[in-house]
């Protein structure tokens, strides 16, 4: 046993002074282990919905004081909490989950269907969405990272927010998804009605018709939006799943490159082979980037 | 060693600033997958390549060496590609 472990990571005169895990037949075999692994995941998500996945604890007011946040460093106004745009939220969200969609069209439906859904008559309308993050800030985060989302939350014709923050399974994985509309009513007895309604896109605003129509003001809804939890159960996600696989095994083919290097400067062996050097700067390269790599979808 | 680096110091410090500028744009573009993607298959694509004019430079390329680059770069692709999938 241990003279199989030392032919499989020490350089020694039966592994031709190269540990075998260095071969590039090893290697190879390496790649397809990595690839069964992520082929193996898909398909547990799919057999056996909700085993990976994690639900976040995420408080939708705590989104909308981070937008408002980053309102404020710019010099705009916050924007108010509208109950029926966080009912149009939750139901985008319910949508999603009920039929396994990760888009701004959502079973044929647009964002603005359920603007419309919960009576909203917007003037300017807008929808941003994130999914599997951990917790409010890096959320936000991402979405000032891109610059479409940030439009968004950096608009100044928005005056209202809606917000859900919604547990389920999706695609067979236990997630969080974050549903964040804005918008602007059309003014108190004056509104305006869609003269061309543009298709939904990713982070997009749009404006409606210029043409006003006198109609009757809404009548405020009283609606309070619960933040549904889905029970908490400690329970790994694909993405950390395949996060501490990937550095285990990096971690182990650095180690083996040092171990590799030193034996081989010290016998002072020549051999063809590439440069243990340049492998395990470039394997840290890696390692750093698994290791700080963090879960989050935006679109 | 130290010797080594210093006589392919052009060499290192172009490898060197190429894996730099490969995290910060893995890092940079999040959120933003496709970037990432494109970013990662760079990284990769760029240290295959790098392996292959190093030792031609040092005029000791063999095919073994070609194949020992293109898998290790081939196994960092997946690894961070499937990385970002699963985010």
């Known amino acids: ?299 | 060693m130290l010797k080594t680096l210093y006589h392919n110091r052009i060499y290192y410090l172009i490898l060197f600033s190429g894996l730099i500028l490969g995290l910060v744009a893995f890092f940079g573009f999040f959120g933003l997958p496709k970037l990432r993607q494109e970013a990662v298959i760079g990284l990769c694509l760029f240290y295959f390549l790098w392996g292959i004019a190093h030792h031609l430079w040092e005029k000791n390329l063999h095919i073994k060496i070609v194949i020992e680059y293109l898998l290790i770069a081939a196994i960092a692709c997946i690894i961070l590609l499937s990385l970002i999938w699963r985010a």
Request: charged share 15%; with cysteine; proline share 4%.
């Open chain 1, 1 to 299: 046993m241990l003279k199989y472990l030392e032919f499989l990571f020490l350089p020694h005169s039966k592994n031709n002074h190269k540990p075998k895990v260095l071969h590039p037949s090893s290697l190879l075999i390496l790649l397809f282990i990595i690839g069964f692994f992520q082929v193996s995941l898909t398909l547990l998500t799919r057999l056996y919905p909700g085993v990976l996945g994690f639900a976040a604890n995420i408080q939708p007011e705590r989104i909308v004081a981070l937008t408002n946040e980053q309102r404020n460093g710019q010099g705009m106004g916050s924007l108010t909490i509208n109950p029926s745009l966080s009912e149009a939220a939750r139901q985008k969200a319910s949508e999603m989950f009920t039929f396994g969609c990760w888009s701004h069209n959502c079973n044929g439906r647009s964002p603005w269907w359920f603007f419309k859904n919960v009576s909203y008559n917007y003037l300017y309308a807008g929808e941003n969405l994130a999914k599997d993050f951990g917790d409010a800030e890096t959320a936000v985060s991402a979405w000032m990272d891109s610059p479409t989302h940030r439009d968004n939350i950096l608009n100044n014709k928005y005056k209202e927010i809606g917000i859900a923050v919604v547990d389920g399974t999706l695609n067979g994985e236990e997630t969080t998804l974050i549903v964040q509309l804005f918008g602007t009513p059309a003014k108190a007895q004056v509104a305006t009605l869609p003269a061309a309604e543009k298709t939904a896109v990713q982070g997009e605003q749009i404006k409606e018709g210029e043409s006003p129509l006198v109609l009757e003001a809404q009548t405020p809804q009283i609606l309070i939006m619960q933040n549904q939890i889905i029970n908490n159960l400690p329970k790994i996600s694909s993405f950390d799943l395949t996060k501490w696989f990937y550095l285990s095994l990096i971690l182990l083919m650095i180690i083996v490159f040092v171990v590799d290097a030193l034996i081989i400067s010290h016998k002072q062996i020549v051999r063809i082979s590439g440069k243990s050097f340049v492998h395990i700067s470039f394997f840290i390269i890696i390692l750093i980037s698994i290791l700080l790599s963090k879960a989050g979808r935006i679109i």
